[in-house]
């Protein structure tokens, strides 16, 4: 929305148009016009053919990363899915973990602009930091967001790119398969490989989440929006969103905390979104697990409908202020890159 606002700012000549960035000329490829008898030369890059060439592969070729186990398999308090109860989740300490600088930067667009760094985090205080403040509050008491939580933990076994989960009460029957990418260069890194291999003769533990903040909050975003009330449209659905990822963020807190491994933890809320913990969080969609289509085996996994949650026909959320995600225990499991930046 926000770019189609620059563009037509630009359109209208109410802001100067960015000009277009120059693109490096392969080596060896001829140039037209005065130096069309002369080859341009420099470093060669990648082809996008040649990009989804090492990649089509990436599911399905496999290589020893240097990824050692983790030292211990942690022990769940349960195996199994499970819905927090609402009593559980105070959404006024559920924002504490709201991402203020995606949530000002991205969602509400307070950028700096050509404010000085000095301008700028003057302009925050006094006027971004107070307005989050009153909606907090406001969202707190209309119940426009109602915070909704299904996890659990399972068995598992890892084996070449593919994680395989077990059922608790069976660990001899498989549930379900995800495979995952591996980096076609550098680490070949993969996210089986933070998961005990099938042959080390011990399972290992996976844990998935999924959160919401309801569809309370998508109906009264919807209000908004139809009321034409775009300013507090944007600002509440910015909220929501972010709102999600904090609850998701909050949430992972707690399961670290039941697996035992929170002693780890950043005591700054702010150092957590930078992983300073151990193990992760991934989502389907982003580069280390991106078949967004995987995202109908963790529903089923979870009993997602216990907390008003399904797919659409494109494989999202429903509704839209949720996420998922696989947890991961090894101290190694960091967010990576799989695709080839050559």
């Not at 068995?155 to 001899?172: A, G, H, I, K, Q």
């Not at 070949?188 to 003769?201: E, P």
Request: proline fraction near 6%; aromatic fraction near 10%.
């Amino acid at each position: 929305a926000f770019s189609g606002l620059h563009i037509m700012d630009e359109l209208t000549g109410r802001a100067k148009a960015k000009p277009m960035t120059k693109v490096p000329v392969a080596e060896g490829v001829a140039v037209s016009g005065a130096g069309a008898n002369k080859r341009i030369v420099s470093h060669r890059r990648m082809t996008r053919a040649e990009k989804e060439e090492l990649l089509k592969h990436a599911f399905t070729e496999y290589a020893d990363s240097g990824v050692e186990p983790a030292p211990d398999v942690p022990t769940p308090p349960f195996w199994g899915p499970a819905v927090v109860t609402p009593d559980e989740l105070d959404l006024g300490t559920v924002l504490q973990y709201v991402n203020k600088k995606a949530l000002y930067r991205l969602q509400w667009q307070y950028r700096q602009g050509k404010r000085s760094a000095e301008a700028y985090e003057r302009f925050l205080t006094e006027t971004v930091e107070p307005r989050f403040r009153e909606m907090v509050q406001k969202v707190r008491t209309d119940g426009s967001l109602e915070p909704r939580v299904v996890y659990g933990y399972w068995p598992c076994y890892s084996e070449r790119n593919t994680l395989v989960v077990l059922d608790p009460d069976d660990r001899s029957t498989e549930l379900c398969r995800f495979d995952f990418p591996r980096q076609p260069g550098g680490r070949r890194l993969c996210m089986a490989d933070f998961f005990r291999k099938r042959d080390s003769g011990e399972l290992d533990v996976v844990g998935f989440s999924l959160v919401t903040m309801g569809a309370v909050a998508t109906r009264a975003s919807e209000r908004l929006f139809h009321e034409n009330r775009y300013d507090e449209y944007l600002h509440f659905h910015g909220l929501s969103v972010e709102g999600a990822e904090a609850l998701a963020e909050y949430w992972h807190k707690r399961m670290r905390q039941q697996l035992g491994i929170a002693h780890e933890d950043a005591p700054d809320i702010d150092a957590l979104f930078k992983q300073q913990y151990q193990g992760s969080r991934y989502s389907f969609g982003y580069p280390a697990c991106p078949n967004i289509e995987d995202q109908d085996k963790l529903l089923r996994l979870l009993e997602a409908s216990r907390i008003g949650v399904t797919l659409s026909d494109e494989f999202q959320l429903v509704p839209e202020q949720s996420t998922s995600a696989v947890i991961c225990h090894h101290p190694a499991a960091k967010y990576f890159n799989v695709s080839v930046t050559n």
